[in-house]
């Protein structure tokens, strides 16, 4: 294309030239980038992430002219005042005026540019009178959402990454928000302010939107806050961005802006959907129904590490094929699971999943494989032990 | 003639180093020269460099293309917590104190650097934390995956190359007191 342009150029001179180099450039570039060939930070969504957005291409002029002004002596003075044009150094010793000059500037500036940065800063925190506040928690490598007060109050699901492993693996082709997709998406209604209380369970993770200009540290053991009040419905997509171990490129956030009536559907579907789920923790279940349900529930929560086919990752997430633990005593089994293990990636599921979960999942892993135990176990059992 | 210039050149040369040092890896173990100190700074520093860089070239060809291609997750963050480490206290701070070291006293009309063997000494705890950081590689688990910060509590879930990397950095931090 570009070689095109230039052949047309002939005889029109220098500017059809530049502007036929243009266009190729932005035609190669256009070529490379896959998605977008975006450099700045995303458009804003919300009244904070339009001032942070300001505050930087603000602060990007200010450090340009700056840029320039300082390049420009420097170039002109090795230019026009080198040794071999017969200059002369200057030979003063100090300049009190000019001290005071470049002193007062940069202090000038300094202030000029806290102003701004500290009043978003102040309006950043103030997390106060939301209309609704959701308690959002870190797991290696999933995010838990539970609505706290308005009308979601008592919702609460697990937000795991829906891309298929076959896309991670190159073995399908990339979908269109590959790594920045998951089952179940936290949900907010649009205009209102929605305040996200942040904390982890295992390590340090952090709960990131960039449309909405937050980024707030999830530390296990502390009770952090931020909060959004989004004005336009749409999906808005964001990663955890504290380094949290291995699968850390892997537990997007993505949230759902939509209307208010959109909204109370989908609190109510939830609702509705919580309520049939919850099992009957008097039931008796056989072993295909076992199998079933703890094979879903291992695919999502624990394949991650102990692998699909449970060889592990040894020695950091060691093998359920033929354990000690799995083929051991199953009360050993349950407490692993139950209560996790201290200084490991091994969380206490118990918190995570319902008794039912827990007696599939593990009645899951001491049959699958080449773990023939033949054993069931009932979510009694697990209620059971739960209590010790 | 030429042969008493030879002898005067001889001569020179021997009042210049002293004639009784020590020669071969010994010369450079007990040296106090701040310019031998300054040169071994520069080449350990520019090992690492290659080492580090080795990594970070690790970094970019996964990171060519999404998806996963050459490497696992947990090893890219070891790849990138060691790079971390080893451009900072193995390639940059090293070739700061070789310059320092070479230039100073050249600088301020010093005959060497104040406590010439301490700062030999310096320089010798590098290599050890060098080691020690590069073979938290070869241990069971792997290297330290936490990026370069360590930050608790997922520093508690890495093996013992974690401990490996705690101890080189104490070492490459006493070498710069």
Avoid at chain 1, 82 to 101: L, Q, W, Y
Wanted: with cysteine.
């Amino acid at each position: 294309m570009a070689i095109n342009k230039i052949n047309s150029c002939r005889g029109q001179g220098y500017a059809c030239l530049v502007r036929g180099f243009t266009a190729g450039a932005l035609a190669v570039f256009a070529g490379l980038a896959n998605a977008a060939w975006e450099l700045n930070l995303q458009m804003p969504v919300t009244a904070l992430a339009r001032r942070v957005y300001d505050l930087h291409t603000l602060l990007t002029w200010v450090i340009f002219i700056i840029f320039v002004g300082v390049f420009a002596v420097v170039t002109w003075s090795i230019i026009f005042h080198r040794k071999s044009r017969g200059h002369k150094a200057a030979d003063f010793h100090d300049n009190t005026t000019v001290e005071i000059v470049w002193t007062i500037v940069p202090t000038l500036v300094l202030i000029a540019i806290a102003f701004p940065a500290t009043s978003a800063l102040v309006e950043m925190r103030d997390s106060s009178q939301p209309d609704l506040t959701i308690k959002a928690t870190g797991y290696q490598w999933k995010w838990g959402y539970e609505y706290v007060t308005g009308d979601a109050a008592g919702v609460k699901f697990m937000s795991v990454m829906s891309t298929p492993r076959e896309q991670i693996d190159n073995k399908t082709p990339k979908g269109e928000h590959y790594l920045l997709e998951v089952d179940h998406p936290l949900v907010v209604p649009v205009g209102k302010k929605v305040r996200v209380l942040l904390t982890a369970t295992d390590v340090i993770h952090n709960w990131s939107v960039p449309a909405f200009a937050v980024k707030t540290d999830a530390v296990p053991g502390f009770l952090r806050d931020t909060w959004f009040r989004a004005e336009k419905e749409g999906t808005y997509r964001g990663q955890c961005s504290e380094l949290c171990g291995k699968d850390h490129g892997f537990m997007p956030v993505v949230v759902e802006v939509v209307s208010a009536e959109k909204y109370a559907t989908w609190v109510a579907q939830q609702k509705a959907a919580m309520a049939a789920v919850t099992d009957d923790p008097t039931k008796v279940w056989k072993m295909d129904e076992l199998m079933a349900r703890g094979e879903k529930v291992y695919t999502a929560n624990c394949a991650a590490c102990h692998q699909p086919n449970g060889a592990g990752l040894p020695p950091a997430f060691p093998a359920l094929d033929g354990s000690k633990i799995t083929k051991g005593p199953k009360a050993g089994h349950l407490d692993i699971v139950l209560k996790g293990k201290p200084g490991t990636a091994m969380a206490a599921f118990g918190a995570q999943l319902s008794d039912t979960d827990i007696a599939a999942v593990v009645a899951y892993e001491r049959n699958a494989w080449s773990n023939k135990l033949g054993e069931l176990i009932q979510p009694a059992e697990v209620k059971a032990l739960r209590g010790k | 003639m030429q042969a008493n210039q030879h002898a005067a050149h001889a001569g020179h040369h021997a009042a210049d180093s002293h004639g009784h040092g020590p020669t071969g890896i010994m010369r450079w173990i007990t040296t106090t020269n701040h310019k031998d100190i300054g040169t071994m700074y520069l080449w350990f520093s520019f090992v690492m460099f290659l080492v580090g860089g080795a990594m970070s070239l690790v970094i970019r060809a996964e990171l060519m293309s999404p998806g996963l291609q050459y490497v696992a997750p947990e090893f890219y963050n070891q790849m990138l917590t060691l790079h971390a480490l080893i451009m900072v206290f193995g390639a940059i701070m090293p070739a700061f104190v070789g310059f320092a070291n070479w230039m100073i006293p050249l600088m301020i009309g010093a005959p060497d650097m104040a406590f010439a063997r301490m700062n030999n000494w310096s320089f010798w705890l590098l290599p050890p934390a060098a080691i020690l950081l590069t073979a938290s590689l070869f241990v069971p688990g792997g290297a330290a995956g936490t990026g370069w910060t360590l930050y608790p509590p997922l520093s508690v879930q890495m093996g013992m190359g974690m401990d490996m990397a705690i101890f080189a950095v104490h070492i490459l931090g006493m070498s710069s007191i």
